[in-house]
């Protein structure tokens, strides 16, 4: 199953290792300052909401961390549905 993370791209759930915020206080580094890999930005980098980190590569979302985890919610919860 896929989540959709803006930019008309779509990756698989279970590829994600986890989510965080982009940005945290004036004081603190980006989340990932130390990261050496593929980072894919679906907006400018001043408008990075959340950063998806997967197995490949990290994806630079506009879409809002709380968002996202609603999406996946909302999905396992239609599953158990039926």
């Given at each position: ?22 940005k ?8 990932i300052?130390?990261y050496?890999?593929?980072?894919i930005?679906?907006v400018?980098p ?8 997967t ?10 961390l709380k ?16």
């Amino acid at each position: 199953m896929y989540v959709h993370i803006g930019d008309n791209v779509s990756i698989p759930m279970g590829a994600i290792i986890t989510m965080v915020h982009a940005k945290g206080d004036e004081l603190k580094k980006s989340p990932i300052a130390h990261y050496d890999g593929e980072i894919i930005y679906m907006v400018e980098p001043e408008d990075v909401k959340t950063y998806i980190i997967t197995d490949d590569v990290v994806y630079a979302s506009g879409i809002s961390l709380k968002t996202l985890q609603k999406r996946i919610v909302e999905f396992y919860g239609l599953l158990h549905q039926w």
